[in-house]
């Protein structure tokens, strides 16, 4: 095994710590993953992804157009609605977004959990 001092263990990769200041936060990357195909109401988007509330799903969307990952077009109808789309930078997402799904398809099978023939 590797000998690793305390300045090695202390240093972390700034873009990875970046990644998971913004998508370790719950719900984020089902948000993205959601638009990624297209623009979506905001109602859509609620319905979409179940168990998020109201509040927690603007907040989201707040941080996601704050960081410039998401726009929030609005369409003055009538009906007034909101729809929210990727930025490029959102939709360059997509290929990590999609290995992430990949890894879990074959390493979090069983509940979420790994299977015993991949803990070693």
Known sequence: MADHGEAMCRQVDVGMTRVFEL???RWTGLIVATLMPA?????????????ISERM?????MELAATGLVVREVDEGPPLRVAYRLTEAGRAMEPALKELS???????????????RFRK
């Open 57 to 61: 799903l603007s907040d989201r969307l």
């Open 102 to 116: 990949q890894w879990a398809e074959m390493y979090l099978t069983d509940g979420g959990q790994c299977p015993e």
């Open 39 to 51: 623009p979506v109401h905001f109602a859509d988007l609620r319905r979409a992804i179940p168990g």
């Open 23 to 25: 998508f370790g936060k």
